[in-house]
């Protein structure tokens, strides 16, 4: 019975990859571990260089496995993280609510993903770290008004609490595969970049 059980878990209907960018310490890490284990690390380490989990969802009716990978974010990592950017179905790009520098970054991670990323990949913005209110130093309006500029998503959340983490990449997938998959199906034409079960 384990076995089987263990089978199921691991059918599913579509592969997305998911990539988190942003600069170090804007929380990429425990947003991974909050949406992949329901986990929160207050001790969590710096990433060196990549890390990634997978999680299988259901996103209308099929069962998509999100493989969703935690790059660095230091200078020193850069080049070696881009080079995950080139198979992306989508993008998380977060900075911190309570550093503003981290907010100002996202302009230069938007142009990385821009330049390296398929040209129809998915991106959200997200606000990280919303419990943080007392230090806030961007406002809910700046990061909205930065998605609308850019044409995406945008999120708050906190990694601490869970506050719309699953919604984010919930929301992220479904754009995915609306887009990616149902047009390519609706199509009968090959679709690049989603990647379909065997």
């Known amino acids: 019975m384990e076995n089987g059980k263990m089978q199921k878990n691991y059918e599913y209907d579509h592969l997305f990859k998911i990539v988190l960018v942003g600069d170090h310490g804007v929380g990429k890490s425990n947003l991974l571990s ?12 710096s990433t060196i260089g990549v890390d990634f989990a997978t999680k299988i969802i259901q996103v209308d009716g099929k069962n998509i496995k999100a493989q969703i990978w935690d790059t660095a974010g230091q200078e020193r990592f850069r080049s070696l993280t881009s080079n995950f950017f080139g198979r992306a179905d989508g993008f998380v790009l977060t900075y911190d609510i309570s550093n503003r520098p981290s907010f100002d970054h996202v302009i230069g991670w938007m142009r990385d993903i821009k330049t390296r990323a398929p040209p129809d990949c998915d991106i959200v913005l997200c606000g990280n770290k919303s419990d943080l209110d007392n230090d806030r130093v961007v406002s809910y309006e700046e990061g909205k008004q930065l998605a609308e500029e850019y044409g995406v998503e945008f999120f ?8 719309n983490v699953e919604k984010m990449f919930y929301g992220l997938s479904t754009t995915i595969k609306r887009k990616r998959i149902d047009e390519f199906e609706g199509s009968g034409a090959a679709g690049s970049g989603a990647s379909t079960a065997e």
């Open 156 to 163: 708050e959340t906190s990694a601490l609490t869970g506050m």
């Open 34 to 45: 909050r949406f992949a284990h329901k986990e929160f690390n207050l001790d969590s380490r």
